[in-house]
């Protein structure tokens, strides 16, 4: 009789248990439920907001907060403005005034060949000084012929001035110097021996030359006066 009591006693609290599992588990269920749900609003309330709403968040935020800070500063009879220098290191700087140079360069650089062609003529065209004296000579020497049209028959009658020659001579004697000094191809040294046929071979040829010359050098200077074996 004692064995059944403790037998039905045993089922009991193992059911109890199993009550009590399963209590707990509807609880996480419930609140898993409800977290989910907050997480659905939260989501559709964020997904009408502005694209960058996060952006203006934390700038609206920070605007705050300056102006905070600034109150606290001016009742305390400083400057603000010159607090705020003293917070700044001498890099944050040097990164200041590069990116306001940048942000105040015209020069924003190019995305095509048309582009490049535009910078390039700007930048001759800049600082062109026009003849007007020796324009204006021309014009009343030719009269209707100096301005051509579909009925003029003259060819060649602006004739530019000998400095103006000199002057377009240097300029592009300026230019192809300046394109010489864009080109990483390094000059050949006089007498020096060429034993490759591109950059990459003679790239190739002095690595090997520098792991192995002292072995073949004397294999080379054979070959080279026709006395190898």
Request: charged share 45%.
């Amino acid at each position: 009789m004692s064995d059944l009591n403790e037998k039905v006693n045993d089922a009991e609290s193992k059911k109890e248990e199993r009550l009590k599992r399963l209590q707990q588990l509807r609880l996480r269920q419930n609140e898993a439920r409800k977290l989910n749900h907050r997480e659905v609003i939260e989501e559709d309330r964020k997904s009408k907001l502005p694209a960058n709403w996060e952006k203006q968040k934390e700038r609206l935020e920070y605007e705050e907060e300056k102006e905070k800070r600034r109150l606290e500063i001016e009742e305390k009879g400083m400057s603000y403005e010159r607090m705020r220098a003293l917070e700044w290191t001498a890099e944050e700087c040097e990164a200041w005034e590069r990116k306001r140079a940048r942000k105040h360069n015209p020069d924003t650089g190019f995305a095509d060949f048309e582009q490049s062609s535009f910078r390039q003529y700007e930048r001759l065209t800049k600082n062109l000084e026009p003849d007007m004296v020796n324009y204006e000579k021309q014009k009343e020497e030719l009269g209707d012929d100096f301005f051509a049209s579909t009925s003029t028959l003259t060819y060649g009658t602006h004739t530019p001035a000998p400095s103006a020659v000199d002057k377009m001579v240097n300029d592009l004697g300026k230019q192809v110097e300046k394109r010489r000094g864009y080109s990483r191809r390094r000059a050949e040294k006089a007498g020096s021996d060429v034993d490759y046929i591109n950059d990459r071979n003679m790239r190739f040829n002095k690595k090997i030359e520098r792991f192995y010359g002292k072995y073949t050098t004397e294999i080379k200077q054979n070959l080279e006066r026709g006395t190898a074996v």
